[in-house]
């Protein structure tokens, strides 16, 4: 089945410590992108990526760092410059239509905690 | 800026009750609009979307329409089910060029036997 998927589910880190959240998918998509989800609030995106070697910021992309080698991986790293980073982080795709949105696809999710 | 602007929660609706959770946006252009729907513990999944005024979108027994006159895209559910109980997210994508999705902040409904 395509889909896209996150890894770890759970994961834990100590103040001070890079930490990478993993995002694959087999949905052909050209667009990925990252969000961040707190409680109470809506998502925000962190960065997002329209195709393969090119990668521009979100709303909220300090502290965080991505890179996209290839069509179906878009991995995220937080960085120890993010200074609140416990949170719910959401990896989506979706097919890149110019000048038209298509259904964003996402992931299960990966739950951070900052120790 | 585009924005997008949902009831509070949580709901609280016995089964079988009528839900309707209000959602009205702010934004240039013409955009795209969609609700999307989050259980606990997951990822968001698309409910149902909108893309033209006027237009009806429908899954699952749930229904919105894009009323441009009025920015909005209320969702509705006749009758609903324990199993509804989740997080719900209205959200538009900003037209032309990158594809920019606003989402709003969220209604967690709780749907009791």
């Known amino acids: 089945d395509g889909g896209i998927t996150q890894s770890p589910k759970y994961l834990f880190r100590k103040e001070g410590q890079n930490v990478t959240l993993s995002c694959e998918q087999n949905l052909n998509h050209d667009a990925m992108y990252w969000y961040r989800q707190d409680p109470g609030q809506g998502l925000r995106l962190i960065y997002y990526?329209?195709?393969?070697?090119?990668?521009q910021k979100g709303d909220i992309a300090e502290g965080y760092s991505v890179s996209r080698e290839k069509k179906e991986s878009f991995p995220l790293t937080v960085t120890s410059a993010q200074k609140n980073p416990t949170a719910f982080y959401l990896c989506?795709?979706?097919?890149?239509?110019?000048?038209?949105?298509?259904?964003?696809?996402f992931g299960p999710g990966t739950r951070l905690t900052v120790l | 800026g585009n924005s997008v602007t949902q009831m509070e929660g949580p709901v609280t609706l016995s089964e079988e009750a009528f839900l309707t959770i209000n959602c009205t946006y702010t934004a240039t252009g013409y955009p795209s609009l969609f609700w999307y729907v989050q259980y606990p513990g997951e990822g968001l999944q698309l409910l149902l979307k909108?893309?033209?005024?006027?237009d009806k979108g429908s899954n699952k027994g749930f229904e919105a329409t894009y009323r441009k006159e009025t920015t909005s895209f209320h969702l509705e559910k006749g009758s609903v089910q324990v199993s509804d109980s989740a997080v719900y997210f209205c959200?538009?994508?900003?037209?032309?060029?990158?594809?920019?999705?606003?989402f709003g902040t969220g209604t967690k409904l709780q749907v009791i036997p």
């Open positions: 909108a893309t033209k005024a006027d």
């Open positions: 990526s329209q195709i393969v070697n090119d990668f």
């Open positions: 989506a795709s979706s097919i890149d239509q110019t000048g038209r949105t298509d259904t964003q696809y």
């Open positions: 959200a538009l994508s900003h037209s032309g060029g990158y594809q920019k999705v606003t």
